[in-house]
């Protein structure tokens, strides 16, 4: 599977972006998506996974009530609504994608970078106060 995020910018506290993820190569609808972040001088961390039909999703603390992630199988894209974006929320975004194994209740449970093999380039956000 090949990645490619977009939609990264710059904004204001308490304004939103979309990110969009493009996917090609192998069967998109077999595979559980994710976002991931890395913001400067830290960790890349979870932000949200959606499970292969999009009936499952899972989202960071930090981030629950103000993202949404979706998918769209048929244009092969997952999405990342971020409303009400916080200035500790700059960071670049990465898209990753995992072949769905088991349940997908669970599968979306999986927020270890280690779990998903593919990853797109990421695009930068940055949210000033």
């Given at each position: 599977?090949?990645?490619?995020?977009?939609?990264?910018?710059?904004?204001?506290?308490?304004?939103?972006?979309?990110?969009?993820?493009?996917?090609?190569?192998?069967?998109?609808?077999?595979?559980?998506?994710?976002?991931?972040?890395?913001?400067?001088?830290?960790?890349?961390?979870?932000?949200?996974?959606?499970?292969?039909?999009?009936?499952?999703?899972n989202?960071?603390?930090?981030?629950?009530?103000?993202?949404?992630?979706?998918?769209?199988?048929?244009?092969?894209?997952?999405?990342?609504?971020?409303?009400?974006?916080?200035?500790?929320?700059?960071?670049?975004?990465?898209?990753?994608?995992?072949?769905?194994?088991?349940?997908?209740?669970?599968?979306?449970?999986r927020?270890?970078?280690?779990?998903?093999?593919?990853w797109?380039?990421?695009t930068?956000?940055?949210?000033?106060?």
């Amino acid at each position: 599977v090949q990645l490619q995020a977009y939609g990264g910018g710059l904004v204001q506290a308490g304004g939103s972006l979309r990110l969009s993820c493009a996917a090609s190569g192998r069967i998109f609808s077999r595979h559980t998506m994710g976002w991931f972040r890395q913001a400067p001088g830290k960790e890349r961390e979870f932000v949200a996974a959606i499970s292969r039909g999009g009936d499952y999703t899972n989202y960071a603390d930090s981030v629950k009530g103000r993202f949404t992630i979706s998918r769209d199988n048929a244009k092969g894209t997952v999405y990342l609504q971020m409303n009400n974006l916080k200035p500790e929320d700059t960071a670049v975004y990465y898209c990753a994608a995992r072949f769905a194994s088991g349940s997908s209740s669970f599968d979306v449970t999986r927020a270890k970078s280690s779990e998903y093999a593919y990853w797109g380039q990421g695009t930068l956000v940055t949210v000033s106060s």
